[in-house]
């Protein structure tokens, strides 16, 4: 018989609990009182507050001008409902800013120095542009190079693990090009990242 009562009176408990609730949020706001006067003095803010976008100045033998960032491309006719790029955004790389935009740059013209020769001799074999570049002192750990089509070489570096510097470029017989970056989003290393959401 004493459990009937326990039960009986948890079972009363929970709708006055809940009327106790419902009750405390009600209430009449007077004009004029103080949490009117605090909103006059202080008003909501009307926007987000957005980060300020890093001053990139020029780093040494670069132009005063520094070249504008790659943006996103919005100006396709994408249905509504796709979300191609929204998905795959953790494959586009961070950019650098700052001394370690200038590392970059530095780094990608000393690399493009020394690929030059190989190069203008049309020597276009993976091993060799890995030798240039551990040449350079990067670490054989960090370089890889890759046939890129039947005449190029494609390449990657971990210039530098903290904070994170990667160089990635390709070579063929018209040109020797590389790019500095800070890595991906969600994912460690300079290796571009596979999957999707």
């Not at 202080?42 to 670069?62: F, I, R």
């Not at 040449?135 to 039947?150: C, M, Q």
Request: hydrophobic share 30%.
């Amino acid at each position: 018989m004493a459990m009937i009562r326990r039960t009986r009176a948890r079972r009363g408990m929970l709708p006055v609990a809940v009327l106790a609730v419902l009750a405390a949020g009600c209430g009449t706001q007077q004009p004029g009182g103080t949490a009117d006067a605090y909103r006059r003095s202080h008003p909501t803010p009307t926007g987000m507050a957005t980060p300020s976008t890093p001053v990139d100045l020029p780093c040494p033998g670069e132009s005063a001008t520094p070249t504008p960032l790659p943006t996103a491309d919005t100006s396709g006719s994408a249905a509504p409902g796709d979300h191609y790029a929204e998905n795959h955004g953790f494959r586009v790389p961070f950019p650098l800013h700052g001394r370690r935009r200038c590392d970059g740059l530095a780094a990608v013209g000393r690399i493009e120095a020394a690929l030059e020769p190989l190069r203008e001799r049309g020597d276009f074999a993976p091993e060799h542009t890995r030798s240039a570049l551990t040449g350079l002192g990067y670490p054989a750990g960090k370089v890889r190079s890759y046939e890129n089509g039947p005449t190029g070489v494609g390449f990657l570096i971990e210039v530098d693990a903290s904070p994170l510097l990667c160089v990635e470029g390709t070579m063929n017989p018209g040109s020797t090009r590389a790019e500095s970056f800070g890595g991906y989003p969600d994912h460690s290393g300079c290796e571009t990242p596979s999957g999707g959401h």
